[in-house]
């Protein structure tokens, strides 16, 4: 190398450099040990730059010991050298001979002096504040070095000591990896998660020489870490430590993945995701190296890797208990379905499956069963009060739906079969199942089973329907006394003691809700009102004998418990007080019953009320044969054709005049007769002025053609205004 070096030679000569050691960082890191690495750096600095000699001294153990020489031996004596001992600035950058920048009573200096060393360079091998030695270089002639060769040289330091790094970094995994072997065969072996707990804190804190060491795994019910048991030594640190949303592990535990102190923490992560963390910590002043950091590291993957497998292992145990669980509650149903008559014991049995409370209401919304458990707190007369003033908004609810009643949230679940709805099991959500899947197979399996048990008692009931149906048919029979022994057989069937006589009554309804022109929708509306009277009959008076029979509902009861005479008003407010405001009710009494062919005149005389009630103006809901009085003789007439008639020439005038002109004298008239013929009492309820009403009474009697005051007149104005009633105004078409 010359000693005056111009600006091109000295480009060309650093691009030189530069590549080399480029080409000879890039060997580095494919080298498998620590002699290779320091011989090739060596060679590469004897090759490249002639140097008389290189030695390398690496930082073990508190002393800087020599690991390569090529050249003098002599340099031998300066090593091991103290590390504490050694100038800091060779340790920060590379330093030339012409720096000055060492003292003069340094070791190195006097060397180079005493053993006429002209030239020298040093780089040292450091990366991210950690000095693992050093490289020196030296001529004995005087070499002109460049100023750029000090950032190349930092390069290469920095490459050796990355090399270096990885390859400790090998032999301490490789080291650990033997370490662990000998237990490794006895974690693989653990059947719990207890067991695998135990073995890796005994492993941790005895090879890493902790104080203690404890494992704190997530509670994400709970929202906390919980220390595990066992623990080895005493673990100190709270058993339980709440977290909060968006703090990281360092908010709760010291020096997470942090060497250098005396505690450490580690966490423990599943698939990216933090499940717990390994906390330790040194007695006395004793701190964490990397190797005790790579060793608890190497433990806590192979912990969270285990720990996954019998998490895996546990969840497949559970899930086969949970499906042997829903198979046995399976077959618990279905055979209380078939065994019982009524679905207390399913109830009890799915209550006790899912831990809450079970009810279940029929189509209707009434409550037909239930479980409760014994701390169960569930307000039901206050859930049957709140459905039952709300019901006609849940019909139209999807197959699942929820109500909030007091502190309880209750789940609606429809059982359905055939196309409509059977009733509903609901279930309380006050114990939030564990397994929600598990919960849920549970709900359908449970309302398929209901569902099938309603479905059969369905069909009994409509046979029994039918059997009802032909037995009414017999009863009210023109030829009731020629089937006597039929009837006999039937009435067995329903406690209809053939013996004792009833009075029939006939209920009819009508909904709001449906168009009066739909025929069809209003007949079902009908059936399903009925239905659910009976539900309510049925707790009203068991000596009630119901039927539902062409269209309308009919009602037998004994007359010896009948003896209070406001009976059938009673029950009249009762079935209206169970109907919505948009059902129109009618209840119409027969007769007294004295024998079997009495039964089909007590039902026709309760029609004829119904009659009556639903065309007239009689103005009552409910009502009986006796108390009619001529409207029964009234209602007869109307199947005459001079009726029809009598009404036109008596009312035909003013019913056309008064649909061609807006002054309604029909009316006026019916209530002029009505009030006896007084002036003041019709215009008072007519709210018109009284020289109105001589005014519209004035055009009256020109229409009519005769006197409306006269006695017979006003008999036969009134009587032709019942008949309307009856009629009703197809009269006039």
Known sequence: MTKVINSKSREKFIENIETHLKMTSRQLLNRNSRDEILTIVGQSFRELLSADFVCIGINVKDYLRLHYLSGVESIRELFPYPTDQVDPILYQQSIKSDDNLLREDSVLTQYFRNHQVDSWFTIPITENQSNQGLIIVGYYDERPFIDEMRTVFKELGEYVAIAMDMIQKNENSQKNLRLIAHSAHQLMMQDSIEDLLAQIVNLSGREAKTHYTGIYLLDESREAMLLQKPTFGYVPKDHYIRLSRGNALRDYFPHVEQIG??????????????????????????????????????????????????????????????????????????????????????????????????????????LSAYNQLKDSQLPLDLVVAEIQKEKSSYQNKPATFT??????????????????VLGYLVYSQKNRPRNQENFSLAISMAISIYATFFMKYKI??????????????????????????????????????????????????????????????????????????????????????????????????????????????????????????????????????????????????????????????????????????????????????????????????????????????????????????????????????????????????????????????????????????????????
């Open 403 to 420: 109500l909030q009643v007091a502190e309880e949230e209750l789940v609606f679940n429809k059982i359905e079969g055939d196309r409509e």
């Open 460 to 733: 009994e009931r409509e046979a029994l329907n039918q059997l009802k149906n032909s037995f009414v048919g017999a009863l009210l029979s023109s030829k009731a006394r020629d089937e006597m022994d039929q009837i006999i057989d039937y009435a067995s069937y329903f406690n209809f003691d053939i013996n004792q006589y009833h009075t029939v009554a006939v209920v009819d309804v009508h909904s709001q809700e449906v168009d009066h022109q739909d025929l069809i929708n209003q007949r079902i509306q009908r059936n399903k009102l009925f239905n659910e009277m009976v539900y309510h009959l049925n707790k009203y008076d068991k000596h009630l004998v119901s039927a539902i029979f062409k269209g309308k509902l009919l009602l037998f009861k004994p007359q010896e418990s009948l003896s209070d005479n406001t009976y059938w008003e009673k029950l009249y407010d009762y079935l209206q007080d169970h109907q919505s405001e948009q059902v129109n009710l009618w209840l119409a009494v027969g007769s007294s019953v004295k024998q079997i062919v009495d039964y089909r005149d007590s039902y026709k005389k309760a029609q004829h009320v119904l009659n009556v009630m639903q065309n007239t103006a009689y103005g009552r809901q409910v009502a009986s044969f006796s108390e009619l009085g001529s409207y029964s003789l009234l209602n007869t007439l109307t199947r005459s054709d001079d009726s029809k008639l009598f009404v036109k020439a008596q009312l035909g005038g003013i019913w056309s005049f008064s649909k061609e002109q807006s002054l309604d004298l029909f009316q006026t008239l019916r209530v002029y007769l009505e009030n006896q013929c007084q002036i003041k009492a019709s215009s008072d309820q007519l709210y018109i002025h009284r020289s109105t009403l001589l005014y519209r009474l004035e055009k009256i009697k020109d229409i009519l053609g005769f006197d409306i005051n006269e006695d017979h007149s006003h008999f036969n104005l009134l009587l032709a205004y019942h008949l309307f009633d009856l009629y009703g105004p197809s009269i006039f078409d």
């Open 261 to 366: 102190f005396r505690e450490i923490t580690l966490p423990i992560s599943l698939n990216g995701q933090l499940v717990g963390a390994l906390y330790c910590k040194k007695s006395g002043n004793n701190i964490f190296s990397a190797k005790d950091f790579e060793l608890l590291q190497t433990y806590t993957n192979y912990f969270s890797a285990m720990y996954e497998n019998l998490s895996l292992r546990r969840s497949e145990y559970e899930r086969r208990q949970a499906l042997e669980e829903l198979l046995a509650l399976q077959t618990n149903l279905i055979k209380k379905s078939i065994d019982q008559v009524d679905i207390d014991e399913m109830n009890r049995v799915l209550s006790e499956f899912i831990m809450n409370d079970v009810l279940v209401f029929d189509p209707f919304f009434n």
